[in-house]
């Protein structure tokens, strides 16, 4: 895995080279005491985790132009805007908002500012943040708003015990919940051995002179019986040497916010796509991207701690766990498709000048171009006791493909 010669990464500050020494060395030791070898999603909860060392938990900046990469709800307001026209008929008196993962704030602060004009305010704001530096740029952004709008917001530092009504929001969460990754044996790594099913997964071992490597052993039962059972349900069963990322902690994530919504709507944004796509014989390589100064490569190794580490979303595992703790697909479609079935055009038209209308204009093509994010991020309400229509899903239905 090396940086295509096309990409230059920027040189590492003093800070970050520090902080990837001390990361490296943190990593050296847990393989050590794993025995020479860490599952891949037990390293991603190290580099994206640990505290004080971890992707999300240091102080570097992540989103927007100092960033790794830029998030809709910083491209342009009218991305919240459009959330909001989504929500605001669920928010019904005493209905509250839980945003997952807040990044900068953006999202929040145009959603609450939109909500207003909309007359759909909700009682209470949460935001749940596993950042402490990402909680204090949220606070910061938040601030900034009308003490009437800041004061309905509330941090959180896990799910509530009392179930919320309204909406549940996570805008690339899902994407950022670390993942296993497998291959599939051929004749040539037949030598790592397998228990019959011909399933690998890759790890992570260091090499003499402590670098990180990929690494494969023989699947463990639990990831074989996985394994098998998502092959058996494709149209083109796994060949051998097909690879790629499977998330297992995405059943548990959908059943703890099921419990923690009584009634409404959880709307999931990301990159993604249903099982049979994201599987298919020709996406043999899988889904692992990483970003480092908006830099996308596929080397997780080269910045551990530094860099964000992803694969796309299985939304078919989704829906399927949604199903199984009681809530139904309320829709599923493209990014572009429920912008404009939310109203990005009556958006738009709330520009006060033609310089503005103009901005927004380039803004609405970095959202809905399938080029940029209109196709590659999907959007997913999952429902309970929910009677209005999602306006946001009337253009467009790709639950067939799930």
């Known amino acids: 895995m090396t940086v295509p010669p096309a990409i230059t990464i920027p040189p590492l500050d003093a800070a970050q080279r520090e902080q990837l020494v001390a990361t490296t060395a943190a990593l050296q030791a847990l393989i050590a005491a794993h025995g020479g070898w860490l599952p891949f999603d037990e390293y991603l909860q190290q580099v994206l985790y640990a505290p004080g060392l971890g992707y999300y938990s240091a102080g570097a900046a992540k989103f927007g132009a100092s960033g790794d990469f830029v998030t809709a709800p910083e491209i342009s307001p009218l991305f919240g805007a459009c959330v909001a026209r989504q929500c605001a008929p669920l928010l ?13 704030g953006a999202l929040a602060a145009t959603l609450l500012v939109s909500l207003a004009r909309l007359e759909a305010l909700p ?3 949460y935001i749940l943040e596993v950042s402490a530096d990402l909680r204090e740029r949220q606070r910061a952004r938040i601030a900034a708003l009308p003490d009437a709008l800041r004061a309905r917001v ?3 530092e896990a799910l509530p015990v009392r179930p919320v009504r309204g909406v549940l929001l996570a805008n690339e969460v899902a994407d950022a919940l670390p ?8 004749g040539e790594s037949t030598g790592c051995g397998t228990d019959g099913h011909g399933y690998l997964e890759r790890g992570v071992a260091a090499g003499a002179g402590g670098e990180l490597r990929w690494q494969l052993r023989p699947a463990n ?5 996985e394994l098998q059972r998502l092959s058996a349900s494709l149209a083109q069963p796994f060949a051998p040497g097909f690879q790629s990322e499977l998330c297992v902690r995405l059943n548990p994530w959908i059943a703890a916010l ?14 993604g796509l249903g099982r049979g796509e994201l599987f298919h014989p020709q996406r043999d390589s899988g889904t692992l991207r990483c970003h480092y100064r908006h830099r996308a490569h596929d080397d997780p190794f080269l910045f551990p701690g530094l860099q964000d580490i992803s694969a796309w979303v299985d939304f078919t595992r989704l829906a399927e766990a ?31 000048d033609t310089g503005a209308r103009a901005r927004l204009a380039a803004q609405a093509r970095e959202l809905l171009m399938p080029g940029e994010m209109g196709e590659s991020f999907k959007v997913m309400a999952l429902t309970r006791a929910v009677k209005v229509p999602l306006a946001g899903f009337r253009h467009q239905d790709l639950r067939r493909l799930l």
């Open 92 to 104: 019904v008196a005493g209905a509250e908002v839980l945003e997952l993962g807040a990044g900068s």
């Open 123 to 125: 009682q209470r704001y």
């Open 322 to 352: 949604a199903s199984d703790v009681g809530l139904e697909v309320g829709g599923y479609c493209t990014q572009a498709a429920f912008l404009l079935g939310s109203g990005i055009e009556l958006a738009m038209a709330d520009a006060p």
């Open 179 to 186: 993942f296993q990754c497998f291959a599939v044996a051929t």
């Open 221 to 225: 039962a639990g990831l074989s019986r």
């Open 154 to 156: 509330q941090w959180l």
């Open 258 to 271: 099921s419990a923690a919504l009584e009634s409404g709507m959880i709307l999931l944004f990301d990159y």
